[in-house]
């Protein structure tokens, strides 16, 4: 039976997270940083090396291709990461798939289909939520490119430019979607489950839309030593107590699954002896199904409003981005379970609380992500950690799904 090389999958992570390391364990390599596109250099070079047709679109999304004509079976992830973040978020699913091709092209296995493997620009969305996926399936809408910014202000025409990349012919990377029969993605889990339950392969059913808003609460600037507690307009309060109150809301009127999370928080004049005027929350919110998810997204913004109201400040709601929940499709799980049976591994059913490229290419094709277990269900954090055996076990469930769809 085909199996890929753990050797090799080993020395391509290993050599991967060398761009953009952290002194301790981890990466720092967001998208188009100068760590980022020397990572990009590097992969197109391990492309080449494999016998694959290297590209890389308007989005700045690489692909390396085996074989020709249309339509094309994609699998990949990404190779951007989060600030302090681990070695596998995405580059395991981008590795794998390159570490699955070379194995495939070397046993001269009979392709009915081409396959390409793909790396999706800024999927963590520093500049904006799963971006080279979101143009790749025709949903980026263009004229919000000049206005996408890093949560430090940096723009994304700047970054890209400086990547160089025009990030107005971003939405040129729109694919025909006649042009593909379907995509898989290799992932940590990113959770406890699977662990817990000493499973080693996680079949995804459904992967949860995301809510990205920036609430704005406006109150006045003060003397933070002479005004009288009962007079002041204190905006940081506010944003605390709807924090809070929202976090509370989500919990208990959403579907049981629903997230929230308050990554962000700036404080101005942000100096201790003035009484905070203005006090900005990113806030997001995730759950499996649209509907609950819209309605929980109004309302925390109704709550908002009430808290501003009540202490006389005033509030603004931004929306940021939003990404749809998303289906798997059930020939693509179905192909992912055979594959493991194949292999005899377990499999468990299950729903992805982080977001991902698929959830893109599942508006277009037939999409599906094979899930391995994270240590400690840890991920998002230097320590990110998975076994290597349960690596070499999903790399090869990626393998023989990838021959179920090309043979
Ligand atoms: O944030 C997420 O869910 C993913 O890791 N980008
Ligand atoms: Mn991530
Ligand atoms: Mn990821």
């Given at each position: 039976?085909?199996?890929?090389?753990?050797?090799?999958?080993?020395?391509?992570?290993?050599?991967?997270?060398?761009?953009?390391?952290?002194?301790?364990?981890?990466?720092?390599?967001?998208?188009?940083?100068?760590?980022?596109?020397?990572?990009?250099?590097?992969?197109?070079?391990?492309?080449?090396?494999?016998?694959?047709?290297?590209?890389?679109?308007?989005?700045?999304?690489?692909?390396?291709?085996?074989?020709?004509?249309?339509?094309?079976?994609?699998?990949?992830?990404?190779?951007?990461?989060?600030?302090?973040?681990?070695?596998?978020?995405?580059?395991?699913?981008?590795?794998?798939?390159?570490?699955?091709?070379?194995?495939?092209?070397?046993?001269?296995?009979?392709?009915?289909?081409?396959?390409?493997?793909?790396?999706?620009?800024?999927?963590?969305?520093?500049?904006?939520?799963?971006?080279?996926?979101?143009?790749?399936?025709?949903?980026?809408?263009?004229?919000?490119?000049?206005?996408?910014?890093?949560?430090?202000?940096?723009?994304?025409?700047?970054?890209?430019?400086?990547?160089?990349?025009?990030?107005?012919?971003?939405?040129?990377?729109?694919?025909?979607?006649?042009?593909?029969?379907?995509?898989?993605?290799?992932?940590?889990?990113?959770?406890?489950?699977?662990?817990?339950?000493?499973?080693?392969?996680?079949?995804?059913?459904?992967?949860?839309?995301?809510?990205?808003?920036?609430?704005?609460?406006?109150?006045?600037?003060?003397?933070?030593?002479?005004?009288?507690?009962?007079?002041?307009?204190?905006?940081?309060?506010?944003?605390?107590?709807?924090?809070?109150?929202?976090?509370?809301?989500?919990?208990?009127?959403?579907?049981?699954?629903?997230?929230?999370?308050?990554?962000?928080?700036?404080?101005?004049?942000?100096?201790?002896?003035?009484?905070?005027?203005?006090?900005?929350?990113?806030?997001?919110?995730?759950?499996?199904?649209?509907?609950?998810?819209?309605?929980?997204?109004?309302?925390?913004?109704?709550?908002?409003?009430?808290?501003?109201?009540?202490?006389?400040?005033?509030?603004?709601?931004?929306?940021?981005?939003?990404?749809?929940?998303?289906?798997?499709?059930?020939?693509?799980?179905?192909?992912?379970?055979a594959a493991a049976a194949d292999l005899r591994l377990r499999t468990l059913r299950m729903p992805s609380g982080a977001g991902h490229d698929a959830q893109n290419l599942a508006r277009i094709t037939k999409a599906?992500?094979?899930?391995?277990?994270?240590?400690?269900?840890?991920?998002?954090?230097?320590?990110?950690?998975?076994?290597?055996?349960?690596?070499?076990?999903?790399?090869?469930?990626?393998?023989?799904?990838?021959?179920?769809?090309?043979?």
């Amino acid at each position: 039976m085909l199996k890929i090389s753990l050797p090799r999958l080993r020395r391509d992570l290993t050599a991967l997270a060398r761009f953009g390391s952290n002194p301790g364990p981890g990466v720092t390599r967001p998208a188009w940083s100068p760590a980022h596109e020397e990572a990009r250099a590097w992969l197109l070079v391990q492309m080449k090396e494999a016998g694959l047709e290297p590209s890389v679109d308007p989005a700045g999304n690489t692909f390396g291709r085996l074989g020709d004509g249309e339509p094309v079976v994609l699998t990949g992830s990404h190779i951007d990461s989060v600030p302090e973040g681990g070695t596998l978020d995405g580059a395991l699913g981008v590795l794998a798939a390159l570490e699955c091709l070379r194995t495939i092209r070397e046993a001269g296995a009979p392709l009915t289909r081409a396959l390409a493997v793909v790396a999706w620009s800024d999927e963590e969305g520093r500049y904006g939520s799963l971006f080279g996926s979101r143009a790749f399936a025709g949903q980026l809408d263009a004229a919000k490119i000049p206005g996408m910014r890093a949560p430090d202000g940096e723009r994304l025409v700047e970054a890209m430019a400086r990547a160089g990349f025009n990030a107005l012919e971003a939405p040129r990377a729109a694919a025909d979607p006649r042009g593909v029969a379907a995509y898989l993605e290799l992932h940590i889990e990113q959770g406890p489950h699977l662990e817990a339950k000493g499973i080693p392969i996680g079949v995804v059913e459904g992967i949860v839309g995301i809510r990205r808003n920036r609430i704005v609460f406006q109150g006045e600037p003060d003397h933070a030593g002479t005004t009288p507690m009962a007079r002041r307009k204190d905006a940081f309060l506010a944003a605390a107590e709807y924090a809070l109150a929202a976090r509370q809301h989500v919990v208990r009127r959403g579907s049981g699954r629903s997230v929230t999370n308050f990554g962000v928080v700036e404080v101005k004049p942000g100096v201790t002896n003035i009484v905070p005027a203005r006090a900005a929350l990113l806030q997001e919110m995730r759950e499996l199904d649209g509907r609950i998810l819209g309605r929980l997204d109004r309302e925390c913004a109704a709550l908002a409003r009430r808290i501003a109201r009540r202490r006389g400040l005033g509030v603004a709601i931004e929306r940021i981005s939003r990404n749809e929940p998303a289906r798997m499709h059930p020939e693509v799980q179905g192909a992912i379970e055979a594959a493991a049976a194949d292999l005899r591994l377990r499999t468990l059913r299950m729903p992805s609380g982080a977001g991902h490229d698929a959830q893109n290419l599942a508006r277009i094709t037939k999409a599906g992500m094979i899930f391995i277990p994270s240590k400690g269900g840890r991920s998002h954090r230097p320590d990110e950690a998975s076994d290597w055996r349960a690596i070499e076990r999903g790399a090869n469930v990626l393998l023989h799904t990838l021959l179920k769809l090309v043979s």
